[in-house]
């Protein structure tokens, strides 16, 4: 059966490892993390608040741009237990599919942490990054604000390497100056939690902080390598929640930066609409 011989209600739904969007009709709902990679339960939670939220009926089609979704074994959970009607892809496939509007073009995504999207000329799709924030992740947001706190930890504990004001920098990264509390965060943080402090260290970075440039300064390099793996010249749009402030800088490094044409939604309607390419991966579930 297809998905356009039934007349259900359809939410579209962007989840990631710091927040999630879903809208239904003309409304945007937001609420925490729903990623992949954090297992089921925070997406189950996602769905009962809207659920609640718009007094949605018990069966629903459900269109999916998820973080993690490389993440076989919680993937494959999901499509098993999902239990209602549903078209997943992976965040950084739909915000591909939303930026370019399907024309040959690389999306690199820059929130809690990385991923690249393209399609070529010859309309072959590829992908790289996105090994989520153990692997990789290198220039996101978690990887910033874990950078971040092990450099306060190495002045806490005398390295004379790292030369930086203790003071300013545990206020700003919200943790008492000392050693035992730093080290105590980072045994509980999640990729979100990291990626909370990735915004004072920007700021710190664009006032001439050196070691927070340091740590930016890394950051560009790496998304410049990334981005290195697209196999042609293609225009490049950045999306994400940190993107506006690498932008000046790829440009300066020879990437074609140029505005997304769409939204991650717009991205989702399309797939809803039977875009395909070769290389685009799409998980369904239910009656779609």
């Known amino acids: 059966m297809s998905i356009h011989s039934q007349p259900l209600p359809t939410v579209f739904v962007d989840g990631g490892g710091t927040k999630t969007a879903l809208r239904y009709g003309d409304e945007t709902l937001r609420l925490g993390p729903s990623a992949l990679s954090l297992g089921l339960t925070p997406l189950m939670a996602c769905r009962r608040e809207a659920r609640a939220h718009w007094g949605l009926p018990d069966r629903v089609l459900w269109v999916m741009s998820l973080a993690g979704c490389e993440h076989a074994a919680h993937r494959e959970a999901l499509l098993s237990h999902w239990g209602e009607p ?13 930026c370019s509007a399907g024309h040959p073009m690389a999306v690199l995504t820059i929130g809690t942490g990385t991923a ?14 996105g090994l989520g924030f153990v692997l990789g992740d290198e220039g996101g947001g978690a990887w910033i604000g874990r950078s971040a706190l092990r450099s306060l930890a190495k002045a806490l504990d005398g390295d004379t390497r790292v030369s930086l004001s203790i003071q300013t920098w545990a206020d700003g990264l919200q943790v008492a100056p000392d050693l035992s509390a730093v080290m105590g965060l980072t045994e509980e943080a999640t990729p979100a939690r990291y990626a909370a402090r990735a915004p004072w260290v920007i700021q710190a970075a664009r006032a001439g902080e050196p070691v927070a440039c340091h740590i930016m300064e890394r950051a560009v390099a790496a998304l ?19 993107s506006p402030f690498f932008e000046d800088h790829l440009r300066a490094l020879g990437h074609q930066i140029q505005p997304a044409i769409g939204t991650v939604f717009d991205g989702l ?6 875009f395909r390419c070769p290389g685009l991966s799409l998980w369904r579930a239910g009656d779609v």
């Open 86 to 98: 549903l078209l997943l892809m992976s965040d950084r496939d739909a915000a591909w599919l939303g």
């Open 269 to 274: 309607v399309q797939a809803l609409d039977g």
């Open 224 to 242: 410049h390598q990334l981005l290195q793996r697209v196999p042609e010249p293609l225009p490049v749009a950045l999306v994400g929640g940190l």
């Open 116 to 129: 690249l999207a393209w399609m070529s000329s010859t309309q072959v799709f590829g992908n790289a990054g």
